[in-house]
């Protein structure tokens, strides 16, 4: 039973367990997998060509070295949008509405890129922290502002995916509760009200797939840089 607006974000618990890494882990099995037959399932066939449009949108802007990360980033955006989309149901629960756990997405493959970065090509990346033709005495502030926006970007890849879903969340349970409120006093108005949580549970369809396209495109566009 839900007794507050931020409820619903609580990680679930059965027989004092938390059911967070079930949430997680469950996603898969929706998935059918490969199979050796020369006639594939239409579930197959369409996932097959969702797989292979993505990694080829994605993987356009990236030099050839990069083309390792094409495994991680598909699985990465396959497990964002599943758990995105299946959050919307009732019932259910959204992993990705958990600030650690986007945090935990965001921090290592971020660190990855720069240690990377730093590895392979140390000043092209040390660059970076100072554009060219800078005056002299605004090197110091340069360099300590590009360090802070260096660090600020996985913790702007995990804020922006929570917010952009608990918000979400959160207005289609105030219109929600407000059509069970005025069912009863004024049905004019809840039935303007449900119609407008269903549309906007539509939007929320497309913000769950939005965003995790937009959380892999960033880490593929860190990677670039």
Same mark, same amino acid.
């Given at each position: 039973?839900? !007794? %507050?607006?931020?409820?619903?974000?609580?990680?679930?618990?059965?027989?004092?367990?938390?059911?967070?890494?079930?949430?997680?882990?469950?996603? =898969?099995?929706?998935?059918? /997998?490969p199979?050796?037959?020369?006639?594939?399932?239409?579930?197959?066939?369409?996932?097959?060509?969702?797989?292979?449009?993505?990694? /080829?949108?994605?993987?356009?802007?990236?030099?050839?070295g990069?083309? /390792?990360?094409?495994?991680?980033? &598909?699985?990465?955006?396959?497990? !964002?949008?599943?758990?995105?989309?299946l959050?919307?149901?009732? *019932? &259910? $629960?959204?992993? &990705?509405?958990?600030?650690p756990?986007?945090? %935990?997405?965001?921090?290592?493959?971020?660190?990855?890129?720069?240690?990377?970065?730093?590895?392979?090509?140390?000043?092209?990346?040390?660059?970076?922290?100072?554009?060219? %033709?800078?005056?002299?005495?605004?090197?110091?502030?340069?360099?300590?502002?590009?360090?802070?926006?260096?660090f600020?970007?996985?913790?702007?890849? %995990?804020?922006?995916? &929570?917010?952009?879903?608990?918000?979400?969340?959160?207005?289609?349970?105030?219109?929600?509760?407000?059509? !069970?409120?005025?069912?009863?006093?004024? =049905?004019?108005?809840?039935?303007?009200?449900?119609?407008?949580?269903?549309?906007?549970?539509?939007?929320?369809?497309?913000?769950?797939?939005?965003?995790? *396209?937009? $959380?892999?495109?960033?880490?593929?566009l *860190?990677?670039q840089e």
């Amino acid at each position: 039973m839900i !007794l %507050g607006l931020f409820d619903q974000f609580f990680t679930p618990y059965f027989l004092g367990v938390p059911l967070l890494a079930v949430a997680i882990a469950a996603p =898969w099995v929706l998935f059918p /997998k490969p199979s050796n037959r020369v006639i594939h399932s239409r579930s197959l066939v369409a996932q097959n060509s969702f797989v292979l449009s993505f990694t /080829k949108q994605i993987l356009l802007p990236l030099n050839v070295g990069a083309h /390792k990360w094409a495994l991680l980033l &598909t699985v990465l955006m396959i497990n !964002l949008i599943t758990l995105n989309l299946l959050g919307l149901l009732p *019932y &259910t $629960f959204t992993p &990705t509405t958990q600030l650690p756990l986007n945090m %935990g997405f965001a921090i290592p493959l971020w660190l990855a890129t720069v240690v990377i970065g730093l590895r392979n090509q140390p000043t092209i990346a040390l660059g970076h922290l100072l554009p060219e %033709g800078t005056p002299a005495p605004l090197i110091p502030v340069l360099i300590i502002i590009e360090t802070i926006s260096l660090f600020v970007r996985p913790f702007a890849l %995990g804020v922006r995916l &929570t917010a952009n879903l608990a918000a979400g969340h959160l207005l289609i349970q105030l219109l929600s509760s407000a059509t !069970l409120f005025l069912i009863n006093q004024m =049905w004019p108005v809840a039935i303007l009200t449900g119609l407008v949580m269903v549309l906007l549970t539509l939007l929320e369809l497309a913000v769950a797939a939005i965003q995790a *396209y937009v $959380f892999v495109l960033l880490l593929s566009l *860190y990677l670039q840089e």
